[in-house]
Nanobody, 128 residues
Framework: QLQLVESGGGLVQPGGSLRLSCAVSGFTLDYYSIGWFRQAPGKEREGVSCISSSRRSGSTNYADSVKGRFTISRDNAKNTVYLQMNSLKPEDTAVYYC???????????????????WGKGTLVTVSS
């Protein structure tokens, strides 16, 4: 059964750090791109970061709002993708989702419409 399960969310003070995990099962992680997305209350879901498959050299992409603060990585042996979030800001508060992109013919994309399967999300709250 295909599954993506996010974990690692929580409450953190501004300037703090969190590491999110996306554990996948039911498919070979290394073959596909994985992305992190977020949705704040009253806002549309937006792309945060993504990482391509190994055949695409594991290339990464970041939204401008998180460049230099967030880092995406993958551990194929553990079937897990991570999002290290540093220097967190209140505007980073959102439900964070990971998603799988099963296209084999392009690098990863931050477009929500480019994803084939979604996890249920984990809440990140940045507040003092």
């Amino acid at each position: 059964q295909l599954q993506l399960v996010e974990s690692g969310g929580g409450l953190v003070q501004p300037g703090g750090s969190l590491r999110l995990s996306c554990a996948v099962s039911g498919f070979t992680l290394d073959y596909y791109s994985i992305g992190w997305f977020r949705q704040a209350p009253g806002k549309e879901r937006e792309g945060v970061s993504c990482i391509s498959s190994s055949r695409r050299s594991g290339s990464t992409n970041y939204a401008d709002s998180v460049k230099g603060r967030f880092t995406i990585s993958r551990d194929n042996a553990k079937n897990t993708v991570y999002l290290q979030m540093n220097s967190l800001k209140p505007e980073d508060t959102a439900v964070y989702y990971c998603a799988a992109d099963f296209s084999l013919f392009r690098p990863c994309t931050l477009s929500t419409s480019g994803q084939n399967y979604w996890g249920k999300g984990t809440l990140v709250t940045v507040s003092s």
